[in-house]
């Protein structure tokens, strides 16, 4: 996974909750908090979401949060492709994947393909 | 007087106090371009119906689950050029990607008839709506209105995809690269398995490409892991990357 990629190269330690768990502060990624709020908001709560975007903009500016809800329409896309293809990982990188996979419950994903 | 695609995007993102960036606009302008232009296997007005399915599932509050038929609920157009199977296909794949199955990919081809390749555009046409739908609603400008739909017969242009191996559809292999794929393959020594994912239709590379480039990484930045426009980090980056796909349940 990428998140993890960028933050290894940086000699920075992650803890992957901030992917999928609750809304928390990240040493080694910025307003965290916002970012996820965002992101949740334009799933799960739209009547929450001009707040989620006010909160990220004072907590960034406005062009930062414009690059997020670009990066939430990429990803809009790669997961459509993804699943609409019916793509899975190579074997080798599957088995890169496994801890991280296991321990964030990826597996139990529908869409968890070997 | 109708409206040009690219004007229907810039009126779209110039409505609003917020700078956008130019490239995104372009980006966006681009595959609103060809959203109801002749494709490669669907023509204007087909291409145009599928957006339409993926307009109304992306909009659905409550949508119908998977196992249950979007068309049957009355909420899908019911004077469509493409058939309530297919409608139903695009609905799923709009609101429910992550459970899709190989099991339900092969029935869904039996009841529609749809070719792999017809298949991939179909995929084309509704990450199109997805990125610029999605972009304007967490921006908060206003969505753009779909373009019309422009007379012609698609391209019918092949591909040399075979089966492959990462995915159910087929793909075009690097050392089978044609000129059409060129711009995409060239100079990579290897493509991630979802990237090549649309290589049976080139038009949809563009696709991907384009909005890629603008709306997360520029495809030949991806291995700087430090990659930053100036405002988000990579590693902010991938975090909404991430966070995103977790809960469209993503496994890949």
């Given amino acids: ?114 | 007087m109708t409206k040009t695609p690219t004007s229907l995007i810039e009126s779209s993102h110039e409505a609003t106090d917020l700078h956008i960036r130019s490239d995104l606009t372009a980006a966006h302008a681009h595959v609103w371009e060809k959203l109801a232009a002749p494709g490669t296997w669907w023509n204007g007005s087909e291409r145009l119906a599928v957006a339409e399915v993926v307009r109304v599932a992306l909009g659905d509050f409550d949508p119908v689950p998977p196992w249950d038929s979007a068309s049957k609920s009355g909420r899908l157009p019911n004077d469509s050029v493409i058939s309530s199977e297919l409608q139903d296909a695009v609905y799923r794949l709009a609101v429910h990607a992550g459970t899709l199955t190989e099991g339900w990919y092969q029935k869904m081809r039996d009841a529609t008839g749809v070719t792999p390749q017809q298949w991939v555009e179909i995929i084309e046409v509704t990450i199109s709506v997805a990125s610029v739908l999605r972009f304007a609603q967490l921006a908060g400008i206003d969505s753009p209105d779909f373009p019309e739909p422009l007379q012609g017969h698609p391209t019918r242009q092949t591909q040399p995809s075979k089966p492959a191996k990462h995915h159910w559809v087929p793909v075009v292999h690097l050392e089978d690269s044609t000129p059409e794929l060129a711009p995409f393959y060239d100079g990579l020594p290897a493509l991630a398995p979802v990237i090549r994912a649309l290589s049976s239709v080139p038009a949809a590379m563009d696709t991907l490409f384009t909005l890629g480039d603008a709306q997360y990484i520029p495809m030949r930045e991806m291995v700087d892991l430090n990659w930053t426009r100036g405002t988000l980090s990579r590693r902010q980056i991938e975090l909404v990357a991430g966070r995103l796909s977790a809960h469209r349940e993503c496994f890949y």
């Fill in chain 1, 1 to 114: 996974m990428m998140l993890r990629a960028s933050s290894t190269a940086n000699d920075l330690e992650l803890d992957l909750d901030v992917v999928r768990g609750d809304l928390q502060e990240s040493d080694a990624i910025q307003h965290a908090p916002e970012l996820a709020a965002l992101v949740d908001a334009s799933v799960n709560d739209l009547a929450s979401l001009p707040s989620a975007r006010s909160a990220l903009v004072e907590a960034t500016d406005e062009a930062t949060m414009l690059d997020a809800a670009a990066v939430v329409a990429n990803f809009e896309m790669m997961t459509r492709i993804a699943d609409g293809t019916g793509t899975r990982h190579p074997a080798d990188r599957l088995e890169s994947m496994s801890e991280l996979s296991g321990s964030m419950g990826l597996g139990d994903f529908a869409s968890a393909r070997a």
